[in-house]
């Protein structure tokens, strides 16, 4: 019996293309491979009954050799055996190593976005602010809890974390030297709302080497509707201000911005241009989380959404044909996907490797559960409790959504984002089904911008993915 993988069939200039979503590789298809594979239906067909349906087309040996070369591939699969290469990554066994540890500096925002998560950066608590004492703790469980791993990774984070400046730098200097002590590299990165960037502050980014995202979520009019200074007054003018030194005189990494898109959004081409024009590197967009009717997109305004991403990935293909980075920073993360052959089993690695760490020093899910004791994993002191990672990542494997078994994407989404699904489907554990179609479509857009790309010019892919590798196509 003959049937199907996890595909995802695409068309690049009338040629047509097959995504193997398991084993992540993409294929060029012929006439015969594509009838094929267009004639064996989801429940199955024998090899038989597909050289019947087709033999007024092609001859058996013909379908012999093209059926047993899409095998090869993992494409089709013969008696339900799934190949090596489309395996499922299998729940994790053993003690973690702990790699990038998020530090919330501060339960507390100088901001009053509207549709804030954090409830106003207090994580629904009283505010909080992170110590000394702790700060270095948590570099120390860090440190010793990476194991073996060559490098680690901190993201300062809030509230907003600049806040609580002087204990941003004492971690990034304290973090500097422990690492060398213990043989490691570690990396940097802030998010920021850009408001309280000094000149001062940001020399000191930039000595450091630290990343900056800063959260800015359009031109004037846009900004200051959704993210206003908690008195009310706009904050563009200062943020828009602070960007500007800051791109000038931070010059060791790339600075991006993140826009979160709220009802009634503005063109995206407009955002993404008018952010472009101020100096960030690169700009990603991601639709707001909160619930309430007033800012959640619906299903038109989603589909609208991903008809300018397309348009934004046009935009970007001409420039990579040309050697030019965009910085259409949703677009980058597929292409660097697919280059390097991704293969998960979880929709992150929140609770594998990634922890955030409260002001109070304890460990928690991802940053977005901060506070929520319900999805807390251990503490810096007595470090990560094990048994409770085991259940949470037994329960969270994309194997047990089962939605999820047949979906082209399952070793790439993997379900998506667990506060996402809390927030949209009441549980962490399911996937988000509301982003399904949206997700293959946009996918989608990713593939056949790959494909282009890689025609024109594959070494911009190398250079964008971190390395020069061949290319993941066949």
Sequence with gaps: MLSLTNELMFEVNNQPYIFQGLSGVISELSSVSETVLKNIPKRGISFRMLCDSLKDQYSVELLTEVVEELIQQEIVIRNGLIGKMSQTPGVPIGDLPVQTLVFHLINECNLGCTYCYAGGGHYGKPMKTMDRQTAEQALYFLMESSK????????????????????????????????????????????????????????????????????????????????????????????SKNVKKLIERHRTRPIAARVTLTKHFPPIRETFFHLKNMGFHEVGFAPVTETEEAFILNNQELYRLLNEFEELTQLFIEEAKEDRYLGFSNLVNILVELHKGVNKGYGCGAGMGFFAVSPNGELFLCHRFNEQQNYQLGNIYTGVNRDAQKALLGSLHVDNKTTCSRCPLKHTCAGGCYYEAKERMGEITSPNLHYCQWMKRWYTIGLKAYVQIMKYNSTFLDRVAGFQANCHTS
Excluded: C, M
């Design 148 to 239: 073996n791993s060559p490098s680690v990774s901190v993201i300062l984070f809030g509230g907003e974390p600049t806040l609580n400046w002087e204990l941003l730098k004492h971690t990034v200097e304290y973090g500097t030297e422990l690492a060398k002590k213990y043989g490691k590299t570690i990396d940097f990165s802030l998010t920021t709302n850009g408001t309280l960037l000094t000149e001062r502050r940001i020399d000191f980014l930039a000595q450091h080497r630290v990343g900056v995202s800063v959260s800015i979520d359009g031109d004037e009019s846009v900004q200051n509707q959704w993210r206003p200074f908690k008195t009310g007054f706009g904050s563009y003018e200062i943020v």
